[in-house]
């Protein structure tokens, strides 16, 4: 027996029935919110890092957790090439941080940005909600992007503070 198929009734709002396109892609994920990542490498004594909104827990056991990035991304060489990263949640507090680490060419580790040198070397950022050091397990290519998967090894959750989030093409704070 086969299931019934899904009906295919237009939305009467504007842009419905659009084929499939990065366009059509990217104004209906304005739509969904997100939480707020900073990943960081560090790769021949230099730290680098970007701003993720695509983080999710994968699995429990093991602790798995993945991201995406651009292979055209300034960061890319440096999660390419590095056995650990770290992975910081932000908070609302942190709307200026996530904007640092999302603009190309800004110095992302310069004065302003408080972090230390944390296990296996990852470039660990003060004052975030939480965070976590893993080990690359895999990189999957995703068309101009690559999913990495990573092991959490060690980490932080005791950080205060409520997060952010990324609607609409902006850093917003979470309202009750």
Not at 23 to 30: A, P, T
């Amino acid at each position: 027996m086969t299931a019934p198929a899904a009906p295919t009734v237009p939305s009467p709002r504007s842009g419905a029935g659009l084929p499939g396109s990065p366009d059509l892609l990217r104004s209906v994920f304005r739509q969904h919110a997100a939480g707020v990542a900073v990943i960081t490498a560090e790769t021949g004594g230099r730290p680098a890092g970007f701003t993720a909104t695509s983080l999710n827990s994968v699995s429990a056991d093991p602790p798995l957790l993945s991201f995406t990035i651009a292979t055209g991304a300034s960061s890319w060489p440096a999660v390419r090439d590095s056995e650990h990263l770290g992975v910081h949640i932000l908070g609302e507090h942190q709307r200026e941080l996530a904007g640092l680490f999302a603009r190309s060419g800004a110095d992302r580790f310069g004065p302003a940005t408080g972090w230390h040198a944390g296990p296996h070397g990852v470039p660990v950022l003060d004052g975030v909600l939480a965070w976590l050091v893993c080990r690359v397990v895999a990189r999957v290519p995703a068309g101009e992007h690559r999913v990495i998967i990573a092991e959490a090894v060690v980490g932080d959750p005791a950080g205060e503070g409520r997060p952010l989030l990324y609607h609409q093409g902006r850093f917003n704070a979470l309202r009750d």
